[in-house]
């Protein structure tokens, strides 16, 4: 079954301490990318990757870091947590866009709160 | 930004009656695509329609996409209680201009029983 996996779903956490959430996708896709979901405020990207070894920031990178050592992966970081990342956070995969009728696949999320 | 705008932020209809929400956005695009969400979790895909198309259905499901208004709607008939959930627009934009999705900030339906 296609899908794009992550974990942990839910995850409380205190300020600063380093937290990794994971994505995993099995449909071969070059394209991942992180959003983190506001109330008012949709979808916003945090970063993206086109493939291996290449991650580019989205709108809102600060305080988070990415890596893409295999297709499959693409973990959120960060590094020190604060309160003003408490969110639902969304890991998505697809072909490259713009490149055909390509459609993203999300994972369930990942309700994070950093108190 | 190119981040679409959903219009109305929030609708509430009796089942059975048609849902219909609209999207913006403001660069040229090589499709648009809805999706839904139910609360809390993640995005799925519903449909996808090129810019060199004008109309799209997929069951209950019509859309409608205006490239010279730079705007789309998605209209859902004969509504159900299941329907209840955000749609979100996607935009994606042609590889030489960005290979991105952007999202619009949701309509959030409810479908009362």
Same mark, same amino acid.
């Given at each position: 079954?296609?899908?794009?996996?992550?974990?942990?779903?839910?995850?409380?956490?205190?300020? =600063?301490?380093?937290?990794?959430?994971?994505?995993?996708?099995?449909?071969?896709?070059?394209?991942?990318?992180?959003?983190?979901?506001?109330?008012?405020?949709?979808?916003?990207?945090?970063?993206?990757?086109?493939?291996?070894?290449?991650?580019?920031? =989205?709108?809102v990178p600060e305080g988070?870091?990415?890596?893409?050592?295999?297709?499959?992966?693409?973990?959120?970081?960060?590094e020190s947590p604060s309160?003003?990342? $408490?969110?639902?956070?969304?890991?998505?995969?697809?072909?490259?866009? =713009?490149?055909?009728? $390509?459609?993203?696949?999300?994972?369930? =999320? $990942?309700?994070? $709160?950093?108190? | 930004? #190119? #981040?679409?705008?959903?219009?109305?932020?929030?609708?509430? *209809?009796?089942?059975?009656? @048609?849902?219909?929400?609209?999207?913006?956005?403001?660069?040229?695009?090589? @499709?648009? #695509?809805?999706?839904? #969400?139910? !609360?809390?979790?993640?995005?799925?895909? +519903?449909?996808?329609?090129?810019?060199?198309?004008?109309?799209?259905?997929?069951?209950?499901?019509?859309?409608? +996409?205006?490239?010279?208004?730079?705007?789309?709607?998605?209209?859902?008939?004969?509504?159900?209680?299941?329907?209840?959930? !955000?749609? /979100?627009?996607?935009?994606?934009?042609?590889?030489?201009?960005?290979?991105? /999705?952007? /999202?619009?900030?949701?309509?959030?339906?409810?479908? *009362?029983?």
């Amino acid at each position: 079954e296609a899908q794009v996996t992550q974990n942990p779903r839910y995850l409380i956490t205190v300020t =600063g301490k380093k937290l990794t959430v994971t994505c995993s996708q099995n449909m071969n896709h070059e394209y991942m990318s992180w959003y983190r979901q506001d109330p008012g405020l949709g979808l916003r990207q945090i970063y993206y990757s086109m493939n291996v070894e290449v991650t580019d920031k =989205g709108d809102v990178p600060e305080g988070y870091k990415v890596s893409r050592k295999e297709k499959r992966n693409f973990p959120l970081i960060l590094e020190s947590p604060s309160p003003n990342q $408490t969110s639902l956070y969304f890991c998505a995969s697809s072909s490259v866009p =713009g490149l055909g009728n $390509t459609e993203a696949f999300f994972g369930q =999320g $990942t309700r994070l $709160t950093v108190v | 930004s #190119q #981040q679409g705008e959903e219009d109305p932020q929030a609708l509430s *209809i009796q089942e059975g009656e @048609n849902a219909t929400m609209n999207c913006s956005y403001k660069t040229s695009i090589n @499709n648009l #695509q809805w999706y839904r #969400q139910n !609360s809390g979790r993640g995005l799925v895909h +519903l449909i996808l329609i090129r810019s060199n198309e004008r109309e799209k259905h997929s069951g209950r499901l019509r859309v409608t +996409l205006d490239t010279s208004k730079k705007s789309s709607s998605l209209l859902i008939t004969a509504s159900r209680a299941a329907d209840t959930a !955000s749609y /979100f627009c996607a935009t994606v934009l042609g590889k030489n201009t960005g290979n991105q /999705f952007y /999202f619009g900030t949701g309509t959030s339906l409810t479908v *009362i029983p």
